[in-house]
């Protein structure tokens, strides 16, 4: 079936970066956009961009342009994000999606806590 | 950016129909004909799940009770009858070339 498994909890001091991955199976890698969510505690959705396997080609909303990267490896199936310049604001829970329909696959998410 | 906008919702009793409105800023007619407005559903504790894609296509394995329909900038999720695990968060969701927004969500309740 087709499965998202993200990386483990991260805890970063300010002004530090984190990298996130997201290893995606049961489906052919490079046929669909992945997305990155996120979700600060309490609040709603905030989409943090987009890539394609199958190019590396990615979309970020502005907001984001400065300090996030997304990247691939097609022989591990992974995908990448690193967020940049980390400040409390980017505490969060981080989401690999999927996008063969809209938001079809969720992975189980990513805590990462910005604190001193 | 294209900003969508939720209506907030009453607790809503077992069995009765609910409606969840998501409002957009500007007209979600992609170039290609497509208009890419999805809803999710979120529980406590859980990722989202997709329902609906497209206005109106309902995801595999998604309950009949559940139907999206709009057009342009008005769009509507509905729960034909509400059941126990309807409980949690809705969001719609857009994508205009290549930009995903989501709407601040909609919480629904059980009275």
């Known amino acids: 079936q087709v499965q998202l498994v993200q990386s483990g909890a991260e805890v970063k001091k300010p002004g530090a970066s984190v990298m996130l991955s997201c290893v995606a199976s049961?489906?052919?890698?490079?046929?669909?956009?992945m997305h990155w969510v996120r979700q600060a505690p309490g609040q709603g959705l905030d989409w943090m961009g987009m890539?394609?396997?199958?190019?590396?080609?990615?979309s970020y909303p502005q907001k984001f342009q400065d300090r996030i990267t997304m990247t691939r490896d097609t022989s591990t199936n992974t995908i990448y994000m690193q967020l940049s310049s980390l400040r409390s604001e980017d505490t969060a829970v981080y989401y690999c999606?999927?996008?063969?329909?809209?938001?079809?696959?969720w992975g189980q998410g990513t805590m990462v806590t910005v604190s001193s | 950016d294209v900003i969508l906008t939720q209506t907030p919702l009453s607790p809503v009793t077992l069995g009765q129909p609910a409606s969840i409105s998501c409002r957009s800023s500007?007209?979600?007619?992609?170039?290609?004909?497509?208009?890419?407005l999805s809803w999710l559903h979120q529980r406590p504790g859980q990722p989202p799940r997709l329902l609906i894609y497209?206005?109106?296509h309902r995801l595999s394995g998604v309950p009949d009770r559940f139907s999206g329909n709009g057009a342009g900038t008005d769009f509507t999720l509905k729960i034909s009858r509400v059941e126990a695990e309807d409980v949690g968060v809705y969001y719609c969701?857009?994508?205009?070339?290549?930009?995903?927004?989501f709407g601040q969500g909609t919480k629904v309740e059980i009275k």
């Open positions: 999606v999927r996008d063969a329909e809209a938001f079809d696959v």
């Open positions: 049961g489906y052919t890698f490079t046929n669909n956009y």
């Open positions: 890539i394609y396997p199958r190019d590396g080609s990615t």
């Open positions: 500007q007209s979600l007619v992609h170039s290609d004909g497509n208009t890419y």
């Open positions: 497209k206005i109106s």
């Open positions: 969701a857009q994508a205009t070339q290549l930009k995903w927004t």
